[in-house]
């Protein structure tokens, strides 16, 4: 008789993104290597820095760039709502290029641009400005928040049904230190009472 080896489960994760957000960014860079080296599922969803700072004393450079950062998950949750989550991904991926390594933060020929390039109607883009969406925006948000807390902010990603804030990296690790870096997140966030580790940004995020 021989030895055979056990099937192996399919780690399943949950990542919630702001693509106005750079460490998002980063980690969903991230994301995309653990794929490419571990057996993996990641279901997208989108949250919002402009609703988690809602009603909070922002300096007024960063409350400019919550009221602009409305219009991009309006439209992402739009594209959800009206063509299918699988869009989020691609359409994040195209906002996200122009709007980090690209450097940009002209939003709406940002959104026009990201629309053609994945195939989607410019009509989305309409909704941007308006709160036709909301309810599924906050309540994608809220999903988030109900696993990690509102002292966070994005990304959080959640492993097997486990979520924290982060990863936080720069620059994002590729093929192998990707997967080693998935393994450990796997760890940690499987062992009941682990809360945080953290410590002092010294870098900006690394876009390569």
């Not at 969406?133 to 002292?151: K, N, T, W, Y």
């Amino acid at each position: 008789m021989t030895d055979t080896q056990p099937p192996t489960s399919r780690d399943t994760a949950d990542f919630w993104f702001d693509p106005a957000c750079p460490w998002a960014w980063m980690t969903s860079r991230w994301m995309d290597e653990v794929q490419r080296v571990r057996d993996v599922e990641v279901r997208w969803h989108v949250m919002s820095l402009s609703v988690l700072n809602e009603g909070r004393d922002l300096p007024e450079e960063y409350r400019a760039l919550m009221d602009d950062s409305w219009a991009a998950v309006r439209v992402l949750t739009a594209t959800k709502e009206l063509y299918g989550a699988e869009h989020l991904k691609p359409l994040y991926d195209a906002l996200g290029s122009r709007r980090h390594p690209g450097g940009r933060t002209d939003t709406w020929a940002i959104i026009r641009e990201s629309l053609d390039e994945v195939g989607l109607p410019q009509s989305l883009r309409a909704y941007g400005d308006t709160d036709e969406f909301d309810e599924q925006l906050r309540a994608s948000h809220a999903e988030a928040i109900a696993l990690v807390g509102d002292e966070v902010g994005t990304p959080v990603v959640a492993v097997n049904g486990s979520a924290f804030f982060g990863p936080v990296m720069t620059p994002a690790p590729k093929g192998e230190d990707a997967g080693r870096l998935w393994d450990g997140f796997v760890l940690v966030t499987g062992v009941p009472g682990f809360y945080e580790l953290k410590r002092t940004r010294t870098k900006g995020p690394v876009f390569d």
